[in-house]
C-alpha cells in the first residue's frame, strides 16, 4: 500500500516537474522526496512528525550509502506533513535553498495531495492545491488510484 502511494506520488510530482520545465536535478529532487517521504510513517493517519523522520532517513541513507546528499530533497521530505506557514517559513530561513526550493515544495506538496483519494472520495480539496498544473491532474490522479487498485488485487 505505501509502496503504492510513493510511487503514485512520484509520477504525480514528475508530471508537474515536466509541465514546470525542471531541470533535471529538480526533478531528482522531486524523485528522492517521493520515495522517501512516508518510509517513516507510523500509521496511515496524520502522524505528523513523520516527515522529520523520514528526512533523518533520507540523509543517513545517503551517507550509508556514498549517495549524493541534497539539502532540498530533506527539507521538502521534512516539512512535507507540515502546514505550509511552517514548511516555507522553514525553507525561507535557509540561504542555502534557493528560491527554486520553495517551487519544488509546492509541486510535492501537490502531488502528495492529489493522492488523498487513496483516502476516500472527498478526501481531497482542491482549493488547496498550489500549482496550476496540479488542477489539471486531478481527474488522472483518481483515475491512476484506481488502475492502482486495480493491478494490486
Do not use: W
Not at 514528475?14 to 525542471?22: A, E, F, H, S
Not at 512516508?38 to 528526512?55: E, N, P, T, V
Not at 539539502?71 to 534557493?98: C, M, N, R, V, W
Amino acid at each position: 500500500m505505501l509502496k503504492a502511494h510513493c510511487a503514485r506520488v512520484l509520477l504525480l510530482a514528475l508530471l508537474i516537474g515536466n509541465q514546470k520545465v525542471l531541470s533535471e536535478e529538480e526533478m531528482d529532487t522531486l524523485g528522492m522526496a517521493a520515495v522517501f517521504h512516508d518510509s517513516r510513517r507510523l500509521d496511515d493517519g496524520i502522524d505528523k512528525g513523520h516527515g522529520g523522520r523520514a528526512a533523518e532517513y533520507y540523509k543517513d541513507y545517503c551517507r550509508a550509502h556514498d549517495l549524493p546528499y541534497d539539502e532540498k530533497t530533506y527539507y521538502i521530505t521534512y516539512y512535507h506533513d507540515q502546514d505550509d506557514s511552517l514548511g516555507l517559513s522553514e525553507i525561507a530561513k535557509f540561504p542555502s535553498l534557493s528560491e527554486r526550493a520553495v517551487l519544488l515544495y509546492q509541486i510535492f506538496k501537490d502531488a502528495d495531495a492529489l493522492d488523498r483519494f487513496r483516502l476516500g472520495p472527498d478526501a481531497l480539496n482542491v482549493n488547496f492545491l498550489r500549482t496550476e498544473e496540479a488542477y489539471g491532474l486531478v481527474d488522472f490522479a483518481k483515475y491512476l488510484l484506481q488502475k492502482s487498485r486495480e493491478t494490486n488485487s
